[in-house]
């Protein structure tokens, strides 16, 4: 270790700063740790829709997540839920929703919770099983009988509201799509930049003007997730009020709106609990000693900076993020920390198969963890989110809610540690 | 049911069959091309894009490489538009016999192909991936050649003159009144729909599947080795020039650069039947390796796709061996009046697809000796629309169009550069759901993202033009995830299986396309 190397101390270090991440070091910060969060870059929040989808199928639709939980722990014994516990799942929720109504968006909050899924429709059509999501969402659901005009905007090229509308009416609801005038300078923006102009009031009104005469009386109006970063609740309201009908977003392709409001509000109680976050620093090693990791190496423009740390939170994520990946050679390897894989093909095995939509052999792939999700061989290394094993996020509707609870978890069993390490240091 | 007549009945349309209704279409022949899935997806569309300048067979085939050196510069003219000239060079690495060099230099000189050895620096200067180590370079007049480009260019060219092009039909019968082939039964594998082709001179153009064909019309021994080969796409161009290794053909020796891509091919197994797609991890390994021999570095690139094809190689009655590389890739040209006694059916295989158009020329050379109708070929001179300009494709030529009409028009696709007008109009002229068929148009979704983010819009945009029903663009879209996945997962590691999982992320995490099911 070169004595030139800045050597910086925290309690806890946190690698990744997508929900799991974000959650576990808000959580940690609130609890009185010194935290700093090291983080390559923005990670799950902002493609993710932004909603908390904690079981949306088992293999059916799950329609009483809460309820549905114990006996999908049972049948999943190393699901990262089995190791999280059922009971656990709904605290983790609850204090989530209590830092978005504290967080820096004026109204803006989540609703929902275990004992029923929200069936939201996504940008094709289809109902997504969801426990917890934002409220300007929630009107989608498609239990509401009203009918829905799915608004489409032509420079947006990542929502196509015609499409989604046949869906929604070939499942039963009544349906249709428009198309809104929208007043930009250029043929593409995306939702990014459609959310920037629905922060300003005035172009709000304007476009309200121009939808409203095409909206029926007895209608719910579908919006692509673009209502604004700043003052999403404001802008929501301002358009129920302007359209007089129930407004609701719908998540479309990245970047996602909803998930970038997220990561704004994580960010914020981060800052408000006294944590650290560093983007733009890749955690390229660690210093261990023994069975403990004693500080990871982070690569940060054009020189690398030591963490010390006494506890280590691991939420890189998985393959999508580039956390896990397979080299040429076809062998998989957790890439910050170099610790080891569980659930991955033996050589020789089939790591995906031809059938698109099936489970692929690879897709339950992580980083080997105890059952207090301790990474095998680093005793002071929690691991959270998607770098867990035992899960299929996408099938199963539960990427979020391992990314909660588990980022939630971890940060208890670290603040837990630490209260008895306290206990027994000598006054 | 229908019965259609017609002058020419033409089985097959890869780069030969096309070429043959165009050659037809020209001489003022009546046409009509089935084939049983779309244009140029079997074996034409299943290549590395090479237009070979005759280099390779410089030494082996010498018939070969003078076909191929003439043929490059008759298409260069007539199909500039789909081919990019890039020029090629032959290296001669540290696992080729170095002694292989001059009998090259000399073999292209027998064969008049053009080559010039050029310093190893120059070529560095130019190539600045190239293996460091390569002891000599040729430089050739290879270039890539965009075979849907191609292929649909002399379809619309002869449906222009008349022809009917009926992709997805596929041949169930082919009629016979004695010794006279009359026509042929075929199915719309879309809609079920069977039609009768009458025709005064039917055309067997299915390549490696000829045989199946002929054996349809009663004639034995017509017998097609499949010679299958794998190509993987790497993300990026490695390089900007085409490279060879300087040695006897062999597996893995050639990497094309094309549209976006850079494409390293083959391998040569017989295999039995030309369906045949199974990708071996160890040709994929064996691939990998090959390239980093060209370009050090190449295992840790993106590898994009990976795809099978098979040559239709027609067996010599005095080869008696199953390595297929040691047939003659000669064409075989079969006049069934003369070697079978079986009038108005002629037989056109093997062969490679720069001298798919010399193929064609013989081919209605035969046809209009069957009817009788001595018409002069024109296709030597005549460009396929869209090359009237005689100017190269160039890799830039997207990103100025697209720069031309920032503010006006949509960039669907992101990796390719397709503009949302140019989508839409291919939709419209296409009239097809299946989005793979889109594709093989206009490049969409063959870039680094595989389609992640543009198959979602490719969707909604054929949904509103077209007016498909739900279940239509549902199926259009899914039908392209799988398609898709097929030549994904055999080559998944490294960011590739990062940007996999990215678009798994968008199609089942997002959108929850399974449910559409």
New interface residues.
């Given amino acids: 270790m070169s004595a030139r190397t800045p050597q910086l101390h925290y309690d806890a270090v946190v690698i990744g700063a997508g929900t799991a991440g974000l959650t576990a070091a808000v959580r940690l910060a609130e609890g009185g740790a010194r935290v700093c969060v090291l983080a390559k870059g923005v990670g799950s929040t902002h ?3 932004g909603t908390i989808d904690v079981l949306g199928y088992a293999p059916e639709r799950v329609e009483e997540p809460g309820a549905a939980l114990p006996g999908f722990i049972a049948e999943h014994p190393d699901h990262p839920y089995a190791l999280i516990g059922a009971d656990a799942i709904g605290p983790a929720l609850q204090w989530f929703a209590e830092r978005v109504e504290q967080g820096p968006l004026p109204g803006y909050r989540y609703v929902g919770g275990l004992d029923r899924n929200q069936l939201l429709p ?7 099983p969801s426990a917890l999501v934002p409220e300007t969402m929630a009107g989608g659901d498609e239990r509401v009988r009203e009918a829905v005009c799915v608004v489409g905007m032509r ?1 947006l ?4 509201a ?2 989604c509308a ?2 929604l ?2 499942n039963g609801s009544s349906a249709r799509a428009v198309e809104a005038a929208v007043e930009v ?4 923006v995306n939702s990014v930049g459609l959310a920037r102009r629905f922060d300003d009031p005035a172009w709000r009104a304007a476009f309200a003007a121009k939808l409203a005469p095409v909206v029926h009386a007895e209608e719910r109006v579908a919006l692509p997730a673009v209502l604004g970063l700043r003052d999403p609740r404001g802008a929501w309201e301002d358009l129920q009020q302007r359209l007089g009908r129930g407004v609701f977003e719908i ?4 970047p ?1 709106v909803p998930g970038m409001r997220m990561f704004e509000i994580l960010k914020a109680a981060l800052r408000a609990a006294g944590g650290r976050l560093v983007l733009g620093a890749e955690v390229i090693g660690a210093d261990r000693a023994g069975g403990r990791i004693e500080a990871v190496r982070a690569h940060a423009s054009g020189h690398d900076v030591h963490y010390h740390a006494r506890w280590f939170v691991l939420a890189t994520g ?5 956390a896990i ?4 050679d ?1 062998t998989a390897h957790e890439n910050a920390l170099g610790l080891p894989l569980r659930g991955f093909p033996a050589p020789g095995q089939p ?7 099936a489970e692929q052999p690879m897709g339950r792939t992580g980083v080997a963890v105890d059952g207090s999700l301790r990474a095998e061989g680093a005793e002071n290394v929690f691991v959270a989110g998607a770098s867990l094993p035992g899960s299929l ?3 199963e509707g539960s ?1 979020d809610g391992i990314a909660l609870a588990s980022g939630h978890r971890v940060a208890q069993a670290v603040l837990d540690a630490e209260a008895t390490s306290n206990l027994r240091t000598p006054a | 049911m229908a019965t259609l007549s017609t002058d020419v009945l033409v089985i097959g349309g890869g780069a030969t069959g096309a070429g043959v209704a165009w050659d037809s279409a020209l001489r003022g022949f009546d046409v009509i091309l089935v084939d049983r899935l779309d244009l140029a997806e079997g074996t034409s569309g299943r290549f590395h894009g090479l237009l070979h300048s005759g280099g390779r067979y410089a030494v082996k085939d010498p018939k070969a490489a003078v076909e191929c050196i003439e043929e490059n510069r008759i298409l260069r003219s007539v199909a500039a538009d789909c081919i990019e000239d890039t020029g090629g060079f032959f290296v001669t690495t540290p696992w080729d016999d170095p002694a292989y060099a001059d009998r090259f230099a000399e073999g292209c000189k027998a064969t008049g192909v053009d080559c010039e050895e050029i310093d190893v620096a120059q070529a560095l200067r130019e190539e600045p991936r190239l293996n460091p180590d390569v002891s000599r370079v040729f430089r050739v007049p290879d270039a890539n050649i965009d075979i849907w480009k191609t292929v649909w260019s002399m379809a619309r060219g002869a449906q222009s003159r008349g022809a009917r092009i009926l992709p997805y039909h596929a041949a169930v019968a082919i009629h016979r009144d004695g010794d006279d082939v009359t026509g042929a039964h075929v199915r719309d594998d879309r809609t079920g729909q069977e039609l009768d082709i009458e025709a005064r001179v039917t055309v067997n153009a299915a390549g490696a599947w000829a045989g199946q064909i002929a054996d349809m019309a009663g004639i034995e021994g017509v017998r097609v080795l499949p010679g299958r080969g794998i190509m993987i796409a790497m993300n990026h161009r490695l390089v900007n020039t085409v490279v060879n290794r300087c040695q006897m053909p062999t597996d893995g020796d050639i990497i094309v650069p094309i549209r976006t891509v850079s494409v390293i091919g083959t391998t040569d197994e017989h295999t039995d039947d030309p369906d045949d797609h199974t990708v071996i ?1 160890s040709e994929v390994d064996a691939m ?1 390796d090959d390239g980093e021999k060209l370009v050090p570095g190449f ?2 690139q993106r590898a994009l796709r990976v795809w099978t094809g098979v040559r239709p190689l027609f067996e010599d009655a005095k080869a008696d061996n199953t390595e297929t590389r040691d047939v003659t890739r000669a064409h075989a040209l079969l006049d069934h009046a003369q070697r079978d006694g079986v009038k108005r059916f002629v037989t056109i295989t093997g062969g490679k697809v720069t001298t798919f158009r010399l193929m064609a020329e013989e081919t209605v050379d035969a046809v209009c000796k069957q009817l009788g109708e001595p018409r002069p070929c024109t296709t030597r001179t005549e460009p396929l629309p869209g090359s009237e300009e005689r100017r190269h494709y160039r890799i830039g030529d997207r990103l100025e169009a697209k720069e031309e ?8 696709c992101e990796c390719e550069l397709i503009r ?1 007008s140019t989508l839409e109009e291919t939709m419209r002229r296409r009239a097809s759901t299946n989005l793979d068929d889109i594709r093989r148009q206009v490049r969409l979704g063959m870039g680094p993202c595989q389609g992640g ?1 543009c198959i ?2 490719a ?3 054929l ?2 033009l077209d007016g498909l ?3 239509e ?2 199926g259009a ?2 039908g392209f ?2 398609e ?3 030549g994904v ?2 080559v ?4 590739q ?2 940007q996999a ?2 678009d ?3 199609f ?10």
């Fill in positions: 493609l993710a829709p996504t940008a094709v059509g289809v109902v997504r420079p090229r990542d929502f196509h015609s499409l046949a869906n009416s070939h300078d250029r043929a593409d998540p479309t392709l990245p996602s998985g393959f999508a993020s580039g990946s397979i080299a040429s076809w790591r995906f198969v031809a059938d698109y939509f996020p996408w099938k990427g | 991890e990998l295992r840790h009409r920032l503010t006006d028009d949509q960039l669907i949302r983010f979602y819009r969707t909604g945009i949904h509103g029903s739900a279940e663009a549902n879209l899914l995830l799988q898709r996945w097929k997962w055999p998944l590691y490294g960011d299986l990062r999982r990215l798994d992320w968008i089942q995490g997002v959108l929850g396309v399974e449910h559409l099911r």
